[in-house]
């Protein structure tokens, strides 16, 4: 996300304040002696580059004097900082909230669902005892039924020893006829 405004402001003066600090350092050490540049270069948080000296002591460096740069408003940052977090903060509870009341109504349809899938199965299972009382009722003229099918197959069996035993006295008949 690209600064603008205030915030490109302040990002351009703390970029720029290490140069200045630096400039500042080396005007410092030019108008005092040699020592006391080391001593304020040991105090100071900054870094001290050394610049050669265009005088006639011929390789005696120089420090400038640091010159704190114009500070943002830090509160503001601070408070701009904050608001922006807590943007990002809500927009996130948001989302999951979001998240959460959607899972919440899937649950509810999967547990409606499931509840007619319930009646269905239990409507099912009612309708198939029904089905398992009226076969155990009917199951005496069932086996009636398989008795009088093996008596008419045991008849047939009959009828057709019958009548091979008429063929055979027929054929007996007609034998004793032509002779």
Request: proline share 3%.
């Amino acid at each position: 996300m690209a600064a603008t405004g205030d915030e490109a402001a302040a990002m351009d003066s703390i970029s720029r304040a290490p140069a200045a600090h630096l400039a500042a350092l080396n005007a410092a050490a030019s108008s005092s002696g040699h020592t006391e540049a080391a001593e304020d270069v040991t105090d100071s948080p900054a870094v001290v580059t050394k610049k050669p000296s265009t005088n006639s002591d011929g390789g005696v460096e120089t420090a400038e004097e640091a010159v704190e740069p114009a500070e943002p408003d830090i509160n503001e940052l601070c408070t701009d900082m904050f608001e922006k977090m807590a943007i990002f903060l809500q927009g996130e509870l948001t989302g999951t909230c979001e998240d959460y009341r959607l899972l919440e109504n899937m649950n509810k349809l999967t547990s409606l669902k499931y509840m007619e899938m319930k009646d269905i199965s239990i409507n099912i299972s009612r309708n198939l005892q029904d089905l398992n009382n009226k076969y155990a009722s009917l199951q005496p003229y069932l086996d009636q039924i398989n008795q009088i099918e093996e008596q008419v197959s045991a008849l047939e069996q009959a009828a057709y020893k019958l009548d091979a035993y008429s063929k055979k006295l027929e054929a007996r008949f007609k034998k004793l006829e032509k002779r």
